[in-house]
């Protein structure tokens, strides 16, 4: 995962939902752009139960 992103579960959420909001059309898109392993992005985040809502392109 990139380095350069938040390690803790609950920072990484809003720096996530954030880049989303602003910036990408999708998950997928994002991952790409900012090298991000998806998979591992998405388990991390439900950890604390949060899962990747496509409709509203944000973890909810």
């Known amino acids: 995962m990139n380095e350069n992103i938040p390690k803790d579960p609950v920072l990484l959420l809003s720096y996530v939902n954030l ?3 602003d ?6 898109e994002m991952c790409k752009a900012l090298d991000i392993d998806s998979k591992a992005l998405t ?3 439900s950890a604390i139960d949060y899962t990747y809502d496509p ?4 973890f909810i």
Not at 23 to 28: E, G, H, V
Request: aromatic share 12%; charged share 30%.
């Open 19 to 21: 880049k989303l909001r």
């Open 23 to 28: 910036y990408y059309p999708n998950l997928d």
């Open 43 to 45: 388990q991390k985040l």
């Open 55 to 58: 409709d509203t392109n944000q």
